[in-house]
């Protein structure tokens, strides 16, 4: 096997076809391993000279990829190491890889790593999700290249099997739970005119995004100051992927509106016959109508209607996930050293970084210049796609 390196975006613009091809011959990859989240969060947030795509290649068919950057610091000393290059915003990163051809891609990559050393010490992979079937062959193959690997149980995850209809799925749920459902959703039609939506083409898509970001913005400012949408790169990252995931009919939104205005919505996207369930919002002032209950009421109606058979909600172990009888594992972070010296200094620098995070005072600093970096404009509106 073959591995060739990309670096440049016009070459990774030119991989749709084989990317796409690639992808859908595995049910193990999640939308986070698709062309198009990948390469519009290159575009958005990539930097220029670190593109480094290596592909693998057997009698002219792609067996894998790895969608990797050079990154020249770390924890903010330099230290140039490979990582996934959608980290900040992916929940599961992964290689993408054929089944059956996965142990001699990861065998030709590390043996091309180890011989063409670029530099780097250690490859940072985050986020690998615990179901991957790489997991295992990545570690196997790097061990007889390199000097040591590490791994470990990091991000939780969770995840709500589907039954096959909504009343089956209500009747597994707690007491509590079952009565939230309907006297919430009541309330909140007894005092507004109330409309679900799950917008469809790239029109309805783009509009519902909007209201997305309205909505996301109202829920955070007060916490956060500048929040995720008023970003404009991270908002034309998220409009890109808007449309080229609409294009791929694989972008869904669930939005719930009172008097015409939007209230509360889950972004998320479909994919091997799972909803991955990537950002929820509600305005703060429905907060008494829990009309985050109600979205995630009817969205989980809606996928059981499309015969979806999970609800990935994706990172974090919030409390309110477990209500709908969510179930936490746990992504894996590997790392790859070139030598020992690399793991000595990448574990010192670790230990300084964690010490420093469980400061309050460090908190509070950076609560403090998020609010003093809000847009100080009473428009709750973000700002328009470039």
């Known amino acids: ?30 939308p986070f391993q698709s062309w198009e989240w990948n390469y519009s969060w290159w575009q958005h947030h990539g930097t220029a000279g670190q593109l480094r795509l290596l592909i693998g290649e ?24 490979l990582s996934f290059i959608s980290r900040k915003r992916g929940d599961y990163l992964d290689f993408l890889t054929v089944p059956g051809k996965a142990a001699e891609f990861f065998t030709a990559l590390f043996a091309y790593l180890k011989e063409q050393h ?50 089956a799925f209500q009747a597994g749920l707690g007491k509590n739970a079952r009565r939230n459902i309907g006297r919430y959703g009541r309330a909140l039609e007894k005092d507004f005119k109330v409309e679900f939506r799950v917008p469809v083409g790239r029109e309805q898509m783009q509009q519902g995004l909007s209201d997305f970001a309205a909505v996301y913005h109202s829920r955070w400012q007060g916490e956060h100051g500048k929040t995720y949408f008023d970003d404009a790169d991270a908002m034309a990252f998220e409009r890109q992927l808007c449309e080229l995931a609409t294009g791929q009919s694989w ?3 669930y939005l719930l509106y009172a008097d015409e205005q939007p209230i509360a919505g889950y972004l998320g996207y479909i994919c091997n016959n799972k909803y991955y369930a990537g950002l929820l919002a509600h305005v703060p002032q429905f907060h008494k109508y829990s009309v985050g209950t109600v979205l995630i009421g009817k969205t989980v109606e809606d996928c059981i209607a499309q015969g979806w058979t999970e609800l990935d909600m994706t990172r974090g172990n919030e409390p309110y996930k477990f209500q709908w009888n969510g179930v936490a594992k746990r992504n894996f972070h590997v790392r790859i050293f070139a030598s020992r010296f690399a793991l000595l200094r ?20 950076r ?17 328009p796609a470039e």
Request: proline content about 6%; charged content about 20%.
């Open 58 to 81: 057997h009698d002219g068919e792609i067996a894998g990829l790895a969608p990797l950057c050079l990154q020249r610091s770390f924890r903010g000393l330099p230290q140039a190491h």
């Open 118 to 167: 670029g530099g780097w010490s250690f490859l940072d992979l985050s986020d690998l999700h615990r179901d991957s079937p790489n997991v295992l062959q990545v570690l196997a193959a790097a061990n007889l290249v390199f000097p040591t690997a590490t791994v470990e149980a990091r991000e939780i995850c969770v995840t709500v099997p589907l039954t096959s209809t909504w009343e």
């Open 1 to 30: 096997m073959q591995i060739r390196l990309i670096t440049s975006e016009q070459e990774f613009a030119e991989l749709a076809f084989v990317w796409r091809k690639l992808f859908a011959a595995n049910p193990a990859h999640s």
């Open 346 to 365: 990448v574990a010192l620098v670790d230990w300084i970084y964690w010490r420093a995070t469980e400061m309050t005072w460090l908190h509070r600093l």
């Open 251 to 253: 972008y869904r939104l």
């Open 367 to 383: 609560a403090a210049l998020r609010r003093a970096a809000a847009p100080k404009s009473k428009d709750a509106t973000p700002p």
